[in-house]
């Protein structure tokens, strides 16, 4: 009988993925927190650069791989100093670009560098991602992240929507559609008073 010999572990958990154990959106309780979250396929988290803080260090993008937690591809970059980290992959990037972070590195895609600087400033109309909001947080705003459907509150029963029950296609039975915590869905600001980026709205709508 041959000798099958086997890979003890794949190119993901080499290179950063973690198993993570995803709470179906519930609480230590057991109660639901966060709706529509749970099931589906078991999955390793890949550990993403979003602070990209290998200053003035090159990079290479070394593969381009599926990451089953986002909509996003995602890209292995092995930099000179010996580190490697996956982040999100670039549109239009291929294997063998390299890529650097820095306040006086060219603008380029891929490169990380901030939008405004003593000696230059980000073009307008330049194709930008993976924005911080907070200095050192890593990039928040602008990441791409897979969502799972929803189905509406009329397809649902009574006890999980104000909208749901009824026999066959039948109307919600209120004046004005409501979440699914009974407050009203439409002309009712939700927004949070004195949030913390309140200041970087330019212009209300």
């Known amino acids: 009988m041959a000798i099958h010999l086997y890979k003890t572990s794949t190119l993901g958990t080499r290179n950063g993925a973690v ?30 650069d979003f602070r990209r803080n290998e200053k003035d260090i090159y990079g290479r993008i070394v593969t381009i791989e599926y990451d089953p937690n986002r909509n996003a591809y995602i890209c292995l970059i092995h930099y000179e100093d010996g580190e490697k980290r996956y982040i999100l992959h670039l549109s239009g990037a291929i294997i063998g670009d390299t890529i650097v972070f820095g306040t006086e590195v060219p603008i380029k895609m891929g490169n990380a560098l901030p939008l405004k600087s003593t000696s230059t400033d980000m073009p307008l109309g330049t194709a930008i991602h993976n924005i911080e909001i907070t200095l050192g947080r890593g990039g928040q705003l602008a990441r791409a992240a897979g969502k799972r459907p929803v189905v509406r509150g009329v397809v649902m029963n009574p006890v999980d929507h104000p909208h749901g029950g009824g026999e066959g296609r039948a109307p ?34």
């Open 19 to 48: 198993d993570t154990s995803r709470g179906k959106g519930r609480n230590a309780r057991g109660i639901i927190t966060a709706r529509h979250r749970g099931g589906g396929h078991k999955r390793l988290y890949r550990k993403i």
């Open 172 to 205: 919600i039975g209120r004046k004005k559609p409501t979440t699914p915590w009974g407050y009203p869905e439409l002309g009712r600001r939700s927004r949070k008073r004195n949030k913390y980026s309140d200041n970087l709205i330019l212009r209300r709508r």
